[in-house]
């Protein structure tokens, strides 16, 4: 931060002078008398490292000024407070379905999320880099809406943390992805760069398709690039664009009712229109059963327990790409 209005005041003292100039972003968000109040526009006019957690639950464009380095960093060198906000997420927006958040120009390192977006939140993010995070560069979760433009992601997962470990060298990143909606928010991500993550690039895992949506957008060396049902245009992943695999269990059906002790096997059916399908994995209430690297996909399970279990597939294809299949429920006794 600095002397923004020329008045000797800076950081929290220049958020209580009485005038339209505050020190911290806290301090112009929330401010009743000369500030947004969750509720306006705030403009940082002046290049700086910001050192808080930022909170927004109201109507608010944040931005930085054209030419601003607007740097939301949860490290201050010679901080006391850098250790723990190393365990928070840098920008958290929980508002309502009737508001509108945009968050433009502003840059937003080493947190557990760059930015994590909760709740019924409708909010644009525009030209943002989120850089070194240790979970998500962008985490969106509930029934929030989310538009992502002419944005970077990049290394989420690696960091080295002295408050809490070297991810991912001793500590792993939990998950450790460039950008993930869950639940059952949706999202359109354009013109967006997401690179170097430990996890995978652009995930959805709402188990909706249609529900994120990517157009122009470049993910190179995640791990995968793309995960579950991603609707593209225009997308490049790696050496050129692709098309994620699909998969579906065939057998056994959807509320099957089989005997205990059995021996029962699973098959799947999986494609890839671009490329090849690489591998087919199975799951029971998402622990690994085992892959089949070859069709038929199929696997094998011997003397199955008495039980009720949730049963996926999910396909790899040649870039790395994976979808996960729609549920099968059975019911052993």
């Known amino acids: 931060c600095g002397d923004y209005d020329g008045d000797g005041r800076i950081g929290t003292a220049e958020d209580t002078d009485g005038d ?8 112009a968000l929330t401010d009743s008398t000369t500030g947004a109040n969750q509720n306006g526009s705030v403009t940082i006019v002046t290049s700086g490292t910001f050192a808080e957690v930022v909170t927004i639950t109201g109507n608010i464009t944040l931005q930085a000024a054209p030419g ?9 060198q010679g901080d006391s407070g850098s250790g723990a906000r190393q365990n928070a997420p840098g920008i958290i927006v929980n508002a309502p379905a009737n508001r509108y958040v945009v968050l433009r120009n502003l840059r937003s390192k080493n947190w557990t999320s760059g930015i994590q977006v909760n709740g019924s939140s409708r909010v644009s993010i525009e030209n943002c880099k989120l850089e070194y995070n240790t979970n998500y560069g962008i985490e969106v979760t509930g029934s929030a809406r989310v538009a992502i433009s002419n944005s970077e992601v990049r290394a989420t997962g690696f960091r080295l943390n002295p408050a809490s470990g070297d991810f991912p060298t001793v500590a792993q990143p939990n998950p450790g992805k460039g ?13 967006t760069s997401i690179s170097g993550s430990f996890a995978a690039g652009l995930s959805n895992q709402t188990g909706r398709s249609g529900a994120v949506n990517a157009v122009g957008t470049y993910s190179f060396d995640n791990n995968p690039n793309y995960e579950g049902p991603i609707s593209f245009t225009n997308n ?24 205990a002790g059995s021996t029962q096997t699973i098959q799947a059916t999986a494609s890839d229109s671009d490329g090849t399908v690489t591998l087919v994995e199975f799951f029971s209430d998402g622990g690994k059963l085992g892959e089949d690297s070859t069709a038929p996909y199929t696997y094998t399970m011997s003397n199955v327990p008495s039980g009720t ?25």
């Not at 950008?179 to 013109?191: A, K, P, Q, R």
């Open 179 to 191: 950008i993930e909606f869950d639940d059952t928010s949706t999202g359109f991500v354009s013109l």
């Open 68 to 76: 601003v380095e607007a740097n939301i960093d949860a490290v201050l």
């Open 236 to 259: 490049t992943g790696g050496s050129g664009a692709n098309q994620p695999p699909s998969v579906s269990i065939t057998s056994p059906v959807n509320g099957a009712v089989l005997p």
């Open 20 to 27: 339209r100039v505050f020190g911290t972003i806290t301090g």
């Open 309 to 333: 279990f949730t049963l996926t597939a999910v396909a790899t294809d040649n870039t790395g790409a994976r979808t996960t299949s729609t549920p099968v429920t059975v019911t052993i006794r």
